[in-house]
């Protein structure tokens, strides 16, 4: 009989508020969706445990307040990440060209080791709205944006529709998996720090 192993990976979802990450994540880890919209407060996080090849893997994935009130918050729930997803709406081109801040933020707070190789992961979401006819963003507009950062993986979800919501998720795990080997990362869960103690965890599926 043998011994599989077992690893913790903690994923921050990151971008602005109202694309979708709270819903991307329930719908990932709960099956569910709500039309109902209520914004994060500071952070919130739920676990997955999936099995990638011979490994058992607990996803602890956090879902961020998009608001810029919160973003002084930032470090405290970035550190000791394995991977970070960057969300935005195909149909709000606002929410495209605020990425490059979201990116360089997580990198400024987070601070890890080797920024250059520190892994990212972009999902486009709502590719449902009026049948993906009032995307905003060029696919190829989107392509040139992760080829000059490092050709980060992309990819098209619909959290409504549970479109590509769990092969994007899978994918993020086997990055953050690789990642993980390579650095040698403590596979203990990440204590919430003690000044957030107070901060409100939305839970439940708000779509924001």
């Not at 011994?3 to 329930?26: A, C, E, Q, W, Y």
């Not at 090849?53 to 307040?65: C, E, F, G, R, S």
């Not at 060029?138 to 944006?145: F, N, Q």
């Amino acid at each position: 009989m043998s011994i599989r192993k077992r690893s913790l990976l903690k994923i921050i979802v990151i971008g602005d508020s109202g694309v979708g990450k709270t819903s991307l994540m329930n719908q990932y880890v709960h099956k569910k969706f709500t039309h109902q919209y209520k914004a994060t407060i500071g952070a919130d996080f739920s676990t997955k445990e999936i099995q990638i090849d011979d490994k058992l893997v607990t996803l602890q994935i956090w879902d961020t307040a998009g608001q810029e009130r919160f973003h002084s918050l930032g470090a405290a729930f970035y550190r000791g990440a394995d991977c970070c997803v960057l969300v935005f709406d195909v149909n709000l081109l606002r929410s495209f060209e605020t990425l490059q801040n979201w990116h360089a933020e997580f990198l400024k707070q987070a601070d890890p080791v080797n920024p250059e190789s520190f892994p990212f992961v972009l999902i486009g979401n709502k590719v449902d709205v009026n049948y993906g006819r009032s995307q905003a963003v060029p696919e190829m507009t989107v392509k040139d944006w992760c080829a000059s950062r490092g050709n980060i993986p992309y990819y098209e979800t619909s959290a409504k529709e549970d479109y590509n919501v769990d092969h994007a998720f899978t994918s993020i795990a086997r990055i953050a998996l690789a990642y993980e080997h390579d650095h040698g990362q403590d596979i203990d869960l990440p204590r919430i720090p003690e000044s957030l103690s107070g901060v409100e965890q939305q839970r439940g599926g708000c779509a924001c």
